[in-house]
């Protein structure tokens, strides 16, 4: 099984049998396991999502973890720019090999969430003088494939999310780069679990996004992707 498969958790994850699902993730030896940020965009705003840092402490609480942890991905317009860092990434950063994902939201589901105009150029840069990444350990990566996330991955050297789509165009985006790229962040792919199969190149990630459903049906699931 190539070891850079990963896992994306549904918003109800934590709701039931949250401890029994994490150890049979560590069992089937995911990669990591990516949380979503749910703040701007939820798919139904009348169901209830985990909080991005209350799970995260729960996963680290787990004894049965053995996966690194990631976030796919942070939308940065949703928060100001001092707290994001004082109160949210300045923590995270703290844990070991995190990978973090960062993207800046949509409409897709809601356009009521107040947003910030952020220059994602200079919090990359702010990161990367801030902390050491790199393609093995903590990493950073951005969530969506417009031309000027493209620039940012040429001129920063990280790495680049696709949410389903082609996979071709990430093999072609990536065939396109200076050969030394990336080396601060993995090239990675959000897929359904029906197309664990799709072919990638064995450097990239993929990213299964596992759906909300009871634990007997997400036992299957995850057998479905690591058999």
Sequence with gaps: MNKNISVLLPGSFF???YQYKISYLSKNQ???VYLFDHSVNPVDENRAVYDIKKALSLLQESHENNFKLGLCVLNINSRKKDLFFSNFINPIMEIKDFR??????D???TNTTPKYAYDLDSIISELISEYTFSLDGRNLFLGGTSQKKIELVCKYSIGINQWLGNSQDLINLSE??????PIFGKF????????VGTSLPDSFEKIIVLKDTNTKKFYSEVDKIFT
Excluded at 100 to 105: D, E, I, R
């Design 176 to 181: 396109d780069l200076p050969k030394n790229a």
């Design 15 to 17: 709701e039931k049998d």
């Design 100 to 105: 973090l994902g960062l993207g800046t939201g």
């Design 188 to 195: 990675s792919q959000c897929i359904k679990p029906s197309d």
């Design 30 to 32: 995911v990669d990591c």
């Design 107 to 109: 409409n897709k589901y």
